[in-house]
């Protein structure tokens, strides 16, 4: 079975520490898509968007998900925590594989994360406000594009990713029923 899936979540949810073990797992491509936009505006995104906005930011972040859509072949996608907020990602993230939603509280996050001095988010102001209020906006635009949402709590990035592989070769299965397969 080779897989094609994109992790979708809040700024600290885990999408890039799942996805680098699950794509390892499963032998396929891990893509990080706010490393692969860093790489292509040539500076961090804090930066970007103080420079140039988040509206253009998002339209950049847009064009690197269609483009990595458009590949073909087995792979884990790790996509911004923002990247739902435009329906047209929301559309080729369903169209691209299966879409997981890494689901974690903001108080959850909030211990993951509080230390951690590269998040824009949790620079200035309540970081647990803007945790909540981000979670606010986005937990229904999540579920919305997600074909799985995977609570990620408690369990260790280990038991995480066995649960996922699960999820998604059981996944397969009933496709390959329904196809006649």
Known sequence: MQIRCALVG????GKSTIGRQLAHRAGVPFIDLDHRLEQTIGTTIRSFFEAEGEARFRDLESQ?????AGQAGGMVLSTGGGAVLRPENRETLRQFGNVLY???SPEEIYRRVKHDRTRPLLQGGNPMDKLRDLYAQRDALYRETAHYVIE??????HTLVNMI?????????????????
Do not use: F, I, K, N
């Open 165 to 181: 592989m699960m999820q998604l070769e059981m996944a397969a299965g009933a496709q390959g029923e329904a196809s006649g397969a």
């Open 152 to 157: 990620t709590g408690r369990p260790t990035v």
């Open 10 to 13: 809040m700024p600290g949810s």
């Open 64 to 68: 690197a998900l269609a483009d990595v």
């Open 102 to 104: 890494l689901r974690a």
